[in-house]
Each structure stands twice: as C-alpha cells, then as structure tokens.
C-alpha cells in the first residue's frame, strides 16, 4: 500500500510493505459525519504496525488481472554476457579465438580465457556495470595468471555494457583495455548500423 500526495510526489507519505492485509470496513458514525464513506486497515503480517485510511470519495476504480506471477527474470546478466561474447569472440578484435569460459584459479574464476592474433593469453573480465571492483578483480588474476609460464605473458580486457571513468582511469594505468558491449546488438536485437544515434 502506497499513499501519494495530490501533488504527484515520488516519494509516497505514506506505506505498508508487504506482506500485509487489507480489510475494507463502513466508518463509524463519528467518521460518517466527516464525510467518511469507507475505511480501510492495512494490517502488517509481521508486526503491529497497521495504516487507517479514510476514504472520502472514488472517483474511479480498476481492477486488472495480469497472470499468473512468472517471477523476477533478469536479461542481460554476467552469465549471458559470457556466453554471447565466448560464441562471438571475433568482437574482441580479428584473430581472437576462445581457450575457456569459467577459467579456473586459485583466487576464482576468469570470465573468458582467449588468445589473440599474435597468439598471446587475454583474460577477460565481464561485468554489466564495471566500476573499480571490477578492475581490481582482473589484477588480481593477471598478477595469478602471469605466474604460470604456460600462460605468461597475460593481459588483461575488461569488458561492461558500461563502464565509469574511475574504472577506465585505473585500467589503464594498469595495462589493462576497456572494452564497452552491446548487449542487444551482441544478441541480434539491435542493428546498430541503421541507428541515427
């Protein structure tokens, strides 16, 4: 339950969180002679913490059934990411080919694992948002990384549908790249060629 002001403010006055009930009860005489036609008691399932409403006037009234609840689905997450930019790794650059996605170390696991043109090792680090956190994650699997002579010598791409510039700044001065996906356009949705903008 949400109370607004008339004046259409954001933030509400007033609120119950759920879970919750709802009771719809005729006022009290005292209240009908305030002009009450009806009372509502929202009653918190957890607490006492309860919220009376007294309704002067309905001006309109809806009801909409919307289905059956399919729950919270996110698009557009780290896993999907991973795995458009593992099945078009070319979108790193001309050369590039996949070792493994979910690298395994130590200290966690590397997004993706590549080589690129001139053969050499790439870890990638995805995120939706890159922020400095990020970043610090990558060094710490390029300093693990560049330990094995397997591997050695590592760099580093860190990859986001966007990235802040403190994350960039510190990238960089790292020796690590930055790298701004496309999600729709990764997944076929967008043809960011026929945009205007």
């Known amino acids: 339950m949400l109370v607004h002001s008339d004046g259409g403010s954001y933030k509400p006055l007033n609120w119950m969180s759920p879970p919750a009930t709802l009771r719809v009860s005729s006022p ?16 918190s399932a957890k607490t006492d913490d309860r919220l009376i409403i007294n309704i002067h006037d309905k001006l309109s009234e809806s009801s909409h059934d919307l289905g059956v ?3 919270l689905i996110k698009d557009g997450v780290e ?6 930019l593992a099945e078009q790794i070319e979108t790193l650059g001309t050369g590039y080919s996949l070792i493994r996605r979910e690298y395994f170390t130590a200290i966690g696991p590397v997004d993706i694992l590549a080589r690129d043109a001139d053969g050499g090792t790439v870890a990638i680090e995805l995120k939706r948002r ?12 390029l300093e693990l990384l560049n330990r094995d002579p397997l591997l050695a010598p590592v760099r580093g791409i860190f ?6 510039p403190q ?3 510190l990238a960089t001065d790292r020796g690590i790249d930055c ?19």
């Open 28 to 43: 009290e005489d005292v209240d009908l002679e305030l002009g009450v036609v009806e009372q509502w008691t929202v009653q």
């Open 69 to 71: 609840d399919p729950g």
């Open 79 to 84: 896993a999907d990411l991973q795995r458009l």
């Open 130 to 141: 890159g922020d400095i956190d990020g970043v610090e994650q990558l060094t710490r699997y």
């Open 159 to 164: 990859a986001a549908q966007q990235i802040k």
């Open 167 to 169: 994350a960039k700044v």
């Open 179 to 197: 790298i701004t996906l496309d999600y729709d356009a990764m997944r076929g949705v967008d043809d960011s060629e026929s945009r205007l903008f």
